[in-house]
């Protein structure tokens, strides 16, 4: 196979003025003292040198984009920079004996000293000032990644393997073997970053996985740092190292230490324990199972508010009868082209719109109502609170009586059942620590999944039966951690022959009012199922873990709800779909009777102008101890869900929904009112 070529052009030269105008944001976010600039803009500049071509898989430096991966070999050819930190440091083992405190080895009879559990480095230079000008040093990256793709690039680079299996002293064995064992021990190496632009797509905001080298991944932890290393993103090579700098003056001899937390403050002592669980061993034998609660005050702190509606707000009024239609203002194509009842038309500007059907966030209804007293939204206030996953999960809580505890300390079971039991990373980290180490005691099933607050599409999700991940996870933003559904109710697919796999279920939900509240469902749902057979592993094999396809993961399965049920009571004889459907519907009702139990900012508002329609996704299991008996388990809530599929099976769709919403007639047969 003949090699790609990438061959980028040469690293620009820029002066000082342009190297701080392109790096001033990210070096002084990052806390990289600016008395370091013109030293770290010399380094990147003067000390540059071509060098030749190589193999992709021989090169320090691999990356992945948008969780994608090839095999393809590439040859790459790179601006190297003189590395001038491996003169300075000594990468040891250290021993202790009965009575004395850790000593270094001499580095020329460091294998004659007992080994412990990971090597140390020691600076062997000159003494470093933290206040001197040129005391900072550029720190390579081994490899760069996203996590779904970490093993298959494990397997398609046999150096890359070697190189990490070196790094983390994981012995010769098997490949498969020594491949398992990276992907276990990386989570006490790696480290993150991400890029925030206004101008990138979601997918280009995820955080990437990096290994530093041999020098900077030995660097060892402590409360009490002497230096700090930060992700660096170099502009003008297009290429990302690591800074390190002295935080406290070092000596020759000293052991460089960086602060493997330093965004949890001292005396934040629990959290501390738990974030630092990878490295440091900690019982936490005392810690509750329970989520933590969350003050009013978690429910405004880094949103945007919504404006609340004047409290003489009236409803849209009786125009249908003066008129004897409703003009519609649509952002969403797929509605202008299926809301066809002659009781509505479709205009283009928002003047003459009777009903406003965003796509984006509407936030000012006090305006909105105050304005447009005569106008309907397709949004109510507050309405985060159902779709962001954080807030979701709080207030599924609030469906458990008054007094009742969240998680049954001798069963370890949590309510309310139609929720996986879940904890927010941010707030619960040591709870669920405790709960993970309690089922862990008891040799249950512990596999979890961890998803960011506010992605759809799958984006940034990992599953594990690793604790150590979950942990090193909640560094790369604000994440929830859920149990994963280990025996989900499988559907036999006859074009998949290897087995049954997994599938969910959507449901539209329409909000008609707060006070009083009307819900109604859409009894015709849609499915989206795997690809593959369902099992317990391959936790990075999209196709057999994830059911969404709609974004170009793979191939979509569609059937009709109706076929699906047909068959669904043939594969699950003792158990019936009307028995779920249901168990569903109730779960529905629970959800949005919380939903209105609380006051603004925790709760729904009542707004006479709003409307809303919401995407529920679900996906049954089994019960426990129970073959026969399924439990439906909600997954998370939609903001304007794309309902192109709804309405290529059903034309009507739209037609229904708008008559239940907006009309005072009796709800369509295809909707049942809550």
């Known amino acids: 196979m003949e090699p790609n070529i990438i061959l980028p052009d040469e690293p620009q030269k820029l002066s000082f003025e342009e190297f701080e105008v392109l790096h001033h944001n990210q070096l002084t976010h990052s806390g990289v003292p600016s008395i ?47 590395w001038d930190l491996g003169n300075f440091v000594a990468v040891n083992k250290v021993v202790l004996s009965d009575d004395s405190p850790e000593v270094a080895a001499d580095a020329t009879g460091a294998e004659e000293i007992a080994e412990l559990s990971a090597p140390k480095v020691f600076w062997t230079g000159p003494d470093l000032k933290s206040d001197g000008v040129d005391n900072i040093f550029l720190v390579d990256h081994a490899w760069t990644f996203d996590i779904p793709s970490a093993r298959k690039m494990l397997e398609s680079f046999p150096n890359l393997l070697q190189r990490m299996c070196g790094l983390m002293e994981i012995p010769a064995t098997e490949t498969a073997d020594q491949i398992k064992q990276v992907l276990t021990d990386m989570w006490k190496y790696i480290r993150t970053y991400s890029v925030s632009s206004d101008s990138l797509e979601a997918e280009d905001k995820l955080p990437r996985w990096y290994m530093m080298d041999e020098i900077g991944s030995r660097v060892g932890h402590s409360d009490t740092p002497n230096c700090r290393i930060v992700p660096f993103y170099y502009v003008s090579g297009q290429i990302t190292y690591s800074l390190l700098f002295p935080f406290l003056d070092i000596n020759e001899g000293d052991e460089l230490t960086r602060n493997y937390v330093e965004d949890v403050p001292l005396s934040d002592v629990l959290t501390r324990q738990s974030r630092l669980l990878p490295w440091l061993e900690s019982t936490m034998t005392d810690v509750s199972f329970e989520p933590s609660a969350v003050p009013t005050s978690y429910f405004q702190v880094g949103v945007r508010l919504d404006s609340l509606p004047a409290s003489s707000s009236q409803s849209g009024g009786d125009l249908l009868k003066e008129k004897g239609y409703l003009n519609v203002f649509s952002e969403y194509d797929v509605l202008t082209e299926f809301l066809t009842d002659g009781r509505f038309r479709v205009v283009d500007n928002q003047a003459d719109a009777d009903i406003l059907w965003y796509r984006r966030h509407f936030r000012d209804f006090l305006a909105f109502s105050e304005e447009f007293p005569d106008k ?21 809580r609030r469906a458990v009586p008054a007094g009742q505890p969240i998680v049954n300390t001798e069963t370890l ?10 904890y927010n990373l941010n707030n619960d980290l040591a709870n669920f620590v405790a709960y993970f180490r309690a089922r862990e005691a008891r040799g ?25 991940c979950h942990i090193r996870l909640s560094e790369s933003g604000p994440k929830l951690v859920s149990k994963y559904i280990e025996r989900p109710v499988l559907f036999h697919r006859e074009d998949v022959p290897d087995g049954p796999v997994k599938f969910d279920i959507r449901f539209i939900v329409m909000l008609k009012s707060v006070q009083p509240l ?3 469902i859409y009894k015709r749902f849609w499915l989206r199922f795997a690809n593959k057979a369902f099992a317990l592993d391959e936790f990075d094999v999209y196709d057999k ?4 396809m709609n974004y170009g993961q793979g191939d979509i399965h569609q059937k009709f709800c109706h076929i699906f049920i047909e068959q669904f009571d043939a594969q699950n004889e003792g158990s019936s779909w009307s028995k779920v459907e249901k168990e569903i519907y109730q779960a529905v009702r629970e959800v949005f009777l919380a939903a209105v139990s609380e006051p603004s900012p ?17 996906m049954l299991k089994w019960k426990d101890g129970a073959i026969q008996a399924i439990q439906p388990m909600l997954l998370e809530i939609n903001f304007a869900p794309d309902c192109k599929r709804a309405c290529d099976y059903y034309p009507d769709f739209f037609n229904d929904i708008f008559s239940y919403l907006f009309l005072d007639d009796d709800a369509p047969e295809t909707i049942v009112e809550l």
Request: with cysteine; proline share 5%; charged share 15%.
């Open 36 to 82: 370091l600039w013109r030293s770290l803009h010399y380094k990147l500049q003067n000390d540059a040198s071509f060098h030749y071509p190589r193999k992709y898989a021989e090169n320090e430096f691999f990356s992945c984009t948008n969780g994608s991966f090839s095999s393809t070999i590439v040859t790459v050819y790179l601006w190297l920079q003189v």
């Open 376 to 396: 309907f939204c397709n949004q109510f206030p507050n309405e985060s609170i159902l779709t962001c996953k954080d807030l979701l999960s709080i207030v599924c």
């Open 413 to 422: 079971d949590s309510l309310p059942l139609w929720l996986p039991t879940t």
């Open 444 to 468: 249950l099933d512990n596999h979890w999944i961890s998803k960011p607050w506010n992605l759809a599409r799958s984006l940034d999700i990992t599953i594990s039966d690793s604790l150590n």
């Open 518 to 520: 009307r819900v109604g």
């Open 545 to 548: 873990h994830f059911t969404v």
């Open 602 to 618: 925790k709760g729904l508002v009542h707004s006479p102008q709003s409307r809303a329609m919401y995407g529920l996704d679900f």
